[in-house]
Nanobody
Framework: QMQLVESGGGLVQPGGSLRLSCAASRSIFSINAMGWYRQAPGKQRELVATITRGGSTDYADSVKGRFTISRDNAENTVYLQMNSLKPEDTAVYYC?????????WGQGTQVTVSS
């Protein structure tokens, strides 16, 4: 059973940057599309970025131009570079396949954007 562990979150001021990592316990090469999701307090979890095995990417309009998703198949890791962070980016961030598998949800990593 694969496990995904997110890390890299924290408290950052508006306009700042963070880089999130998602480490898989085994190869992610077989998973065509990996995604980063987030859930803000009182809101439903939403997909913010997707990357295919071949490197094609897609982003939610709210993060387009600010976030960059990447994957290292050899290291079984998916990254999310977040720049120009806004208070509305505050959420718990998760990685999973896209579409998501219930069994792959991890604990997530908290991102708080506040001055």
């Amino acid at each position: 059973q694969m496990q995904l562990v997110e890390s890299g979150g924290g408290l950052v001021q508006p306009g700042g940057s963070l880089r999130l990592s998602c480490a898989a316990s085994r190869s992610i090469f077989s998973i065509n599309a990996m995604g980063w999701y987030r859930q803000a307090p009182g809101k439903q979890r939403e997909l913010v970025a997707t990357i295919t095995r071949g490197g094609s990417t897609d982003y939610a309009d709210s993060v387009k131009g600010r976030f960059t998703i990447s994957r290292d198949n050899a290291e079984n890791t998916v990254y999310l570079q977040m720049n120009s962070l806004k208070p509305e980016d505050t959420a718990v961030y998760y990685c999973n396949a896209n579409p998501a598998y219930r069994a792959l949800w991890g604990q997530g990593t908290q991102v708080t954007v506040s001055s």
